[in-house]
């Protein structure tokens, strides 16, 4: 194929991969993805205790996750759940963990 229009193709997406990568530039973002990432599933207590954090920062940033398509929510009578949106999110965790620390203990 044709190099130079396959570059252009994926300029047409630089807007939302610049975006994604957003997502990835707030530590706290990072550890709830990291928490769902090793839980599976956490409601909005379980992350703001393992992160020793309020709770009102964790849903603000729980709603950056959603708006930004890397978490989804469960709904359960009043409580909300909360997982990793889809394979590629835990991917990306774990290609940003190799890259930083070559000799991590991988599960």
């Given at each position: 194929g044709n190099i130079v229009a396959e570059v252009i193709m994926d300029f047409e997406h630089s807007d939302e991969i610049a975006?994604?990568?957003?997502m990835f530039s707030d530590k706290t973002r990072v550890n709830i993805l990291l928490c769902l990432k090793e839980?599976?599933?956490?409601?909005?207590?379980?992350?703001?205790?393992?992160?020793?954090?309020?709770?009102?920062?964790?849903?603000?940033?729980?709603r950056i996750l959603r708006q930004g398509r890397l978490v989804k929510q469960r709904k359960e009578g009043r409580y909300s759940f909360y997982s990793l949106d889809d394979l590629h999110v835990e991917l990306i965790l774990n290609l940003g963990k190799d890259h930083v620390c070559e000799d991590c203990a991988h599960d």
């Open positions: 975006n994604l990568f957003k839980k599976r599933e956490c409601s909005v207590d379980e992350i703001s205790e393992l992160l020793g954090m309020e709770q009102s920062a964790i849903s603000h940033q729980l």
